[in-house]
């Protein structure tokens, strides 16, 4: 076997796409190399060169895709951090190479439009967030919760109905809710309190339309249940 065959050809070059943090989203990255066959195994490999390529994508493809597509440098340092060392996977092999990543600007641009909209859905969640700890704040509040959930829905009490009937519904709404809400702060547990606050933003809604005023009461039986599970 030639000297080229045992050593390869210095300075070997080639591209591949390596997928980043950002799920769809691709690094390019070049690679320069070199190979060599271990004397014992001359004749024991068919084409070194398609596997010293594969190893040393291989070698790099879980470190760089540790890191978002805009992260280039950190990506490109991990990676070549990985090749300082030659890679002996395959015991007929001695590779060594190096590795520079590039982001080309289509992609780069992608990667900031998600950010941007990630960005924008963090804010909003947090916005809400902000809004449902404020009115848990004022539900809990002993001196001012009812009377403010009194005069927040006293329209509709006093619309078609018997506004003593339609006031005592509320608060029994507000005692049960409140009630719930105690429970599930204590317990903590998110899941509990997600359906809670979805299950307050229903009856809110209900309140604000005495047209579905009928809904009410099938809210307040489904809190007391809770209550009465707890109990037992």
Same mark, same amino acid.
């Given at each position: 076997?030639?000297?080229?065959?045992?050593?390869?050809?210095?300075?070997?070059?080639?591209?591949?796409?390596?997928?980043?943090?950002?799920?769809?989203?691709?690094?390019?990255?070049?690679?320069?190399?070199?190979?060599?066959?271990?004397?014992?195994?001359?004749?024991?490999?068919?084409?070194?060169?398609?596997?010293?390529?594969?190893?040393?994508?291989? #070698?790099?493809?879980?470190?760089? $895709? &540790?890191?978002? *597509?805009?992260?280039?440098?950190? !990506? +490109?340092? =991990?990676?070549?951090?990985?090749?300082?060392?030659?890679?002996?996977?395959?015991?007929?092999?001695?590779?060594?190479?190096?590795?520079?990543?590039?982001?080309?600007?289509?992609?780069?641009?992608? #990667?900031?439009?998600?950010?941007? $909209? &990630?960005?924008? *859905?963090?804010?909003?969640?947090? !916005? +809400?967030? =902000?809004?449902?700890?404020?009115?848990?704040?004022?539900?809990?509040?002993?001196?001012?919760?009812?009377?403010?959930?009194?005069?927040?829905?006293?329209?509709?009490?006093?619309?078609?109905?018997?506004?003593?009937?339609?006031?005592?519904? &509320?608060?029994?709404?507000?005692?049960?809710?409140?009630?719930?809400?105690?429970?599930?702060?204590?317990?903590?547990?998110?899941?509990?309190?997600?359906?809670?606050?979805?299950?307050?933003?229903?009856?809110?809604?209900?309140?604000?339309?005495?047209?579905?005023?009928?809904?009410?009461?099938?809210?307040?039986?489904?809190?007391?249940?809770?209550?009465?599970?707890?109990?037992?």
């Amino acid at each position: 076997m030639d000297n080229a065959h045992r050593t390869g050809d210095p300075n070997r070059k080639f591209s591949i796409l390596i997928e980043s943090a950002d799920r769809g989203l691709y690094f390019e990255a070049k690679f320069d190399y070199e190979w060599r066959i271990r004397e014992e195994n001359q004749d024991k490999i068919l084409n070194p060169d398609a596997v010293a390529r594969s190893l040393l994508a291989d #070698a790099v493809r879980g470190k760089v $895709a &540790a890191h978002p *597509v805009l992260h280039t440098n950190e !990506a +490109e340092w =991990a990676a070549n951090r990985q090749l300082s060392k030659p890679i002996v996977t395959d015991e007929r092999l001695l590779i060594t190479g190096q590795v520079r990543l590039w982001t080309p600007p289509t992609v780069a641009e992608e #990667a900031r439009v998600r950010t941007a $909209a &990630a960005n924008r *859905v963090r804010l909003q969640e947090a !916005a +809400e967030t =902000a809004r449902l700890d404020a009115l848990r704040d004022r539900l809990f509040s002993q001196d001012l919760g009812l009377v403010w959930w009194i005069d927040r829905y006293a329209d509709s009490q006093f619309t078609d109905g018997d506004p003593a009937e339609k006031t005592a519904s &509320a608060v029994r709404a507000f005692k049960t809710l409140t009630h719930a809400l105690r429970q599930d702060s204590m317990r903590e547990n998110p899941n509990d309190t997600a359906l809670l606050r979805a299950r307050m933003e229903e009856l809110i809604t209900v309140l604000e339309n005495p047209k579905l005023a009928s809904i009410l009461e099938e809210l307040i039986a489904f809190l007391a249940r809770r209550q009465e599970a707890e109990v037992k």
